[in-house]
């Protein structure tokens, strides 16, 4: 099927959740093709998913041994491959008697986040959580009432209640959202969707002292942030702080579909038989592809990797940044999560990008973010920075017309 054909199909018969404008049939490393075979550099890896690149051989290898063997047995029985994922992301937290929930997906796990952060104030009448602005936490009726953008949650009232929003990187404004109901705070290290946004340091360690204080659970939203985006483990690593309980998914699988909660002594074992379920949640299947992911990313020295091209492709782009003050503000983020921060909409640049063979996603309006995979080489890094230094020359005249503003770089 050619670009085309697949587009009015998927008119006729998908819901338009999405608008989607390339069909993309292949896939290797840091390269995708669409149908008419033409050739991209994805420096959105499926929105921080495929971290280890397109088709890494060695997932590639475990999931099809893993699929000839055992795909699915239920959570009635034990599969071998659960408990050493468990064991792995439990050391890799630094958590202190950490165990895991896994289920399918980042929204579920923040479903299970609050599920587990209610249960535990069930007992002392506490069930509030505080989230942030501009946070993003997913589109189940939770997940979508904790996220703090008024624009997921348009028509979908009644919102549960109990969920009460902060400004992110403000303190006060979070100390000032306690009340005697509050069983926990919600945050993610860096904001995704909010616009590539690391939290500033002091932020999350003055909640985790708030939340001592106040006897608070202290929770972060690691679906986007963690396994190596950040070029830690975890978004929290990059700062002197652990949670209580966080939530994994986007990059755990690679792209198969796999999401955890890691939970720390205090509210490891509040889950007892009957509170909590999913049917898929941790199938020999997904632990043996986010095994695979794991390995290849202590294999290949990719948390290093991270570090470097992140830091390389920040040069690049504060480089490109100083030379269109007049509509680029900033260039932010950590390890290999980065945005370009614009004073105008990304959208055009974004398609621009598209158009010259890269792939980006604005978000939050004016940033274009990129969250290339951790695999990606120097030679991708430059050729993407080349790409967007041609396209915002082009783009220019157009973009300082709409604005005026100071590049923070240099
Ligand atoms: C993507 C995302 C989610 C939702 O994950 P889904 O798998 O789409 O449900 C939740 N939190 C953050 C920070 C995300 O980036």
New binding site residues.
Partial sequence: MNTNEIAVMHKQYVMPTYAPGLALVKGKGTKVWDAEGNEYLDFLAG?AVTNIGHCHPAMVKAVQEQVATLVHVSNIYYNEKQPQLAKSLAEKSGIAGAKCFFCN????A?EGLIKLARLWGSATGKYEIITMRQS????TLA?LTATGQEKVQKGFAPLPEGFVHANFNDLESVKNAVTSKTAAILC?AVQ??GGVLPADPGFLEGLRELCNAKGILLLF?E??CGMGRTAKWFGFQNYDVRPDAFSL??GLGNGYPI?AVVAGEKLADVFQPGHHATTFGGTPLACAAALAVIDVIEQGALLENALGMGAHMVEGLCEIAMKHKKWIAEVRGLGLMLGLVLDVPALPLQKKLQEKGLLTLATAGNVLRFVPPLTVAREDIDRAVELVAEACAELDDEMAGQSSSTCQCG
């Fill in positions: 929105i997906s980042g929204a579920e923040n993003f936490h997913g589109r997940t993610e995704g969707e939203d679906v986007q998914a986007k999401g």
